[in-house]
């Protein structure tokens, strides 16, 4: 199949796809299926990725400004390096999904699930992480000043280091 702007369609079932490196600022990738996709470096700025399926996909370095990725499932994922900040997250699922170096500042991420996750020096300042369970997370070293943990559940969660 070619890939181009027309053929990534919401509800699309992109699993596995390969779009390294791609410019897909502003596309609409509503309940898109990307389990497994290789987005390294991808650039989604401004994209719609609410209700998709990102399990096991490798988001290593790409840019998610300002977008939506609210209620999608992202766990088991490769985030490491990612520009996430400014962005919708809440209700996403990212267990046991590595965010070491993740920029996710004023980001929301109410009622996230971050089980098991690491997120070792990670950019959370200015958050909103109200209601989220981050039950052995881990955010070593990570900058978390002035993130909103209201009624989140970190049983067991790593904060050695961290800057709150």
């Not at 699309?12 to 410019?23: C, H, V, Y």
């Not at 401004?46 to 766990?75: E, M, P, T, V, W």
Request: glycine share 4%.
């Amino acid at each position: 199949m070619q890939i181009n702007r027309d053929t990534l369609i919401p509800n699309s079932d992109l699993q596995g796809i390969n779009l390294s490196s791609a410019n897909l600022k502003g596309i609409n990738l509503n309940r898109a299926d990307l389990s497994g996709a290789n987005l390294n470096a991808t650039q989604l700025t401004f994209a719609n990725l609410a209700r998709s399926c990102l399990q096991g996909a490798n988001l290593k370095d790409a840019g998610l400004y300002k977008s939506n990725l609210g209620h999608s499932d992202i766990s088991n994922a490769n985030l490491n390096g990612a520009r996430i900040s400014c962005s919708k997250l809440h209700h996403a699922i990212l267990n046991h999904s590595t965010l070491k170096w993740t920029k996710l500042d004023r980001a929301n991420l109410n009622q996230v699930s971050l089980v098991g996750s690491l997120l070792s020096h990670a950019l959370l300042d200015s958050s909103e992480i109200r209601h989220a369970m981050l039950i052995r997370a881990d955010f070593s070293h990570a900058n978390l000043r002035n993130a909103e943990f209201d009624f989140s559940d970190m049983t067991a969660a790593k904060l050695d280091h961290a800057n709150m």
